[in-house]
C-alpha cells in the first residue's frame, strides 16, 4: 500500500501523476522541474537558477512526506545540455550534501522546455 504525497509548496503535477508516493519506509518523487509553486511559472533563465529551483521544490515535497534532501539515497538526473553538467553540478552539491547515489543523462527535450529535472527516492 502506498501513501499520495502533496504540497502547495511545490508545483502541482503537470499530468496524470503524484508529487511523490512513499511505500514502506521510501518516498519516491516525482521529477520536479524549476516551476515556481507560487506562480506557477518558469522563472529562472539559467541552469543554476533553474537548479536551485528544482532542489527548493523537492525538499519541499519531501518535507511534506515527513523526510529532507539528507535521506535521500538515489536521484536521476536529467539535463537539456550536458554542457551544462558543471553549474548544475555545483548546486546540485549544496543541497545533496550526504552524496546520494546518482545518474545524470542527457534529454533531447524536457517539459515546459526547462534545462533540468530532477527525481529523488529518499528514506522516511
Known amino acids: 500500500m502506498s501513501?499520495?504525497?502533496y504540497t502547495k509548496n511545490a508545483p502541482d503535477a503537470i499530468g496524470p501523476?503524484?508529487?511523490a508516493v512513499i511505500t514502506g519506509n521510501?518516498?519516491?518523487t516525482s521529477g520536479q522541474i524549476a516551476?515556481?509553486?507560487t506562480t506557477g511559472a518558469v522563472e529562472a533563465t539559467t541552469i543554476e537558477g533553474q537548479t536551485e529551483q528544482i532542489c527548493q521544490n523537492l525538499a519541499n515535497v519531501l518535507a511534506a512526506a515527513g523526510t529532507s534532501l539528507d535521506k535521500a539515497v538515489k536521484t536521476v538526473c536529467f539535463l537539456a545540455d550536458m554542457g551544462d553538467f558543471a553549474k548544475?553540478?555545483?548546486i546540485y552539491g549544496k543541497y545533496f550534501t550526504s552524496k546520494p547515489a546518482r545518474s545524470c543523462v542527457a534529454a533531447k527535450t524536457l517539459p515546459k522546455n526547462v534545462l533540468a529535472e530532477v527525481e529523488v527516492i529518499a528514506e522516511i
Do not use: D, H
Request: aromatic share 20%.
Open 35 to 37: 516551476i515556481n509553486p
Open 26 to 28: 521510501l518516498v519516491f
Open 3 to 5: 501513501t499520495k504525497v
Open 17 to 19: 501523476y503524484s508529487q
Open 88 to 90: 548544475f553540478n555545483e
